[in-house]
Nanobody, 121 residues
Framework: QVQLVESGGGLVQAGGSLRLSCAAS????????MGWFRQAPGKEREFVAG???????NYADSVKGRFTISRDNAKNTVSLQMNSLTPEDTAVYYC???????????????WGQGTQVTVSS
């Protein structure tokens, strides 16, 4: 069973930046699609960004042009660079693993514990 551990969350002012990281255990990290999801209070968990084993990326419209997902297969890490943050980006952010490129949370079989991102106005 893979273990995913997120880090890098925190409090930032609107317009600022944060970089989230997710460290994965296991020797087959490079074979999987990795994704970032977020869940704000009172809202459903939503897809933010995904990256396939080959580096193809996919973004939610709400973050396209502001967020960048990347992975380092040698270090078993996936990152999310978040720029031009707004209060609407406030949420708990989760790293997840899937066998397939997907925006659907149900397609992801392993999840981290989440990291809080708070953007103040």
């Amino acid at each position: 069973q893979v273990q995913l551990v997120e880090s890098g969350g925190g409090l930032v002012q609107a317009g600022g930046s944060l970089r989230l990281s997710c460290a994965a255990s296991g020797r087959t990290f490079s074979s999987y699609t990795m994704g970032w999801f977020r869940q704000a209070p009172g809202k459903e968990r939503e897809f933010v960004a995904g990256i396939t084993w080959s580096g193809n990326t996919n973004y939610a419209d709400s973050v396209k042009g502001r967020f960048t997902i990347s992975r380092d297969n040698a270090k078993n890490t996936v990152s999310l660079q978040m720029n031009s943050l707004t209060p609407e980006d406030t949420a708990v952010y989760y790293c997840a693993r899937s066998n397939y490129p997907s925006r659907l949370s149900g397609q992801y079989d392993s999840w981290g514990q989440g990291t809080q991102v708070t953007v103040s106005s």
